[in-house]
């Protein structure tokens, strides 16, 4: 699929109006797809789940998830295939979008649990508007025109936002849920330096305590508190690498109070003081917001241990600031 080491890690595959989709058995694939259904209807089928699809539809498809289709009529769509290993993109302030958590972190995690219909649903309008940019990325990357590369990349990052957008602005539907929690990561994200309580995230989801940490840890596999501590680890690791700013003045600035407990937290996470790890500038940037994995040149943390849901209750209605808690 991405042959040539030149070429972005980028391709356009289309099921047009002559050779519309068929049928498929399960399958996987070496890379992360994001499908925009054109024309048609059919069912698209998982491991564990299968619904409709028809024109507007949008989905992401990791590369370890099986899925195919079926009962297809007329199916035209286009498959943007990446390689989210290499595809490396500068996120600069999409994570603060509910609609960037919703489809591309939280969707393919609870894809095959009953969804029962894509995520995002294009309006006319719209499917035409990201259409165009396909068009013209699949332009460049045919022609390969000097500056291509580039070009394709600025497509597809302006495709990506457009469907961020459009998410943070879906109307309710029975995958509700999914945007409530895209709506908490992104209070996390804006406000990370701040001191925030999980009564503040519930007014946000519009959720009770124990419905806001169970939805929170199926999604995700850990508790808003851990996800603010690795949240807050990553821009720490940003600033150890890129200011001369101390430990001290690195923690505080990120949202933690006792910079003890922030090199707690920062071995914990990284495997690295805060020290230790200005010092190995072999080290890679920690822990990357990622669309599907595509990530600004981040690896990933090891997860933390999360708690026990009663003990992760405890700590939140006691009202602790989070960067105080232990």
Request: charged share 25%; glycine share 6%; with cysteine.
């Amino acid at each position: 699929m991405f042959e040539d080491k030149g070429a972005p890690p980028l391709h356009v595959h289309r099921a047009t109006r002559e050779q519309a989709q068929a049928p498929t058995v399960l399958h996987t694939h070496e890379f992360s797809e994001l499908v925009l259904i054109l024309g048609g209807s059919g069912i698209h089928v998982t491991e564990r789940e299968r619904y409709p699809v028809v024109a507007g539809d949008v989905f992401l498809i990791e590369g370890s998830q099986a899925h195919g289709y079926r009962d297809t009529e007329d199916l035209r769509l286009v498959n943007l295939f990446f390689d989210k290993k290499s595809l490396k993109l500068p996120l600069y302030d999409i994570p603060e979008m509910p609609g960037f958590h919703a489809l591309f972190t939280l969707a393919p995690k609870r894809r095959g649990q009953s969804i029962g219909k894509s995520l995002l649903h294009l309006s006319v309008e719209d499917l035409g508007r990201v259409e165009a940019w396909v068009d013209s990325m699949e332009y460049e990357l045919r022609t390969r025109a000097p500056g291509y590369r580039f070009m394709a990349a600025t497509l597809f990052m302006r495709i990506l936002g457009h469907l961020c957008r459009c998410c943070s602005k879906e109307e309710a539907h029975s995958s509700q849920s999914i945007l409530r929690l895209g709506e908490v990561i992104s209070c996390i994200e804006k406000n990370h330096a701040e001191r925030t309580s999980l009564k503040d995230l519930c007014k946000v989801a519009h959720m009770s305590e124990s419905t806001l940490l169970r939805h929170f840890h199926q999604a995700l596999g850990l508790s808003p508190i851990d996800y603010l501590i690795r949240l807050r680890i990553r821009k720490a690791s940003e600033l150890l690498r890129q200011t001369s700013l101390s430990i001290t003045q690195v923690a505080f600035q990120v949202g933690f109070s006792d910079s003890n407990y922030f090199s707690r937290q920062f071995r914990k996470v990284a495997g690295h003081s805060p020290r230790e790890f200005r010092k190995q500038s072999s080290v890679p940037l920690l822990f990357g917001t990622s669309i599907a994995g595509i990530s600004d040149d981040q690896t990933s943390l090891p997860k933390i241990p999360s708690d026990s849901g009663s003990s992760r209750k405890r700590r939140w209605a006691a009202k602790r600031r989070p960067q105080d808690a232990s």
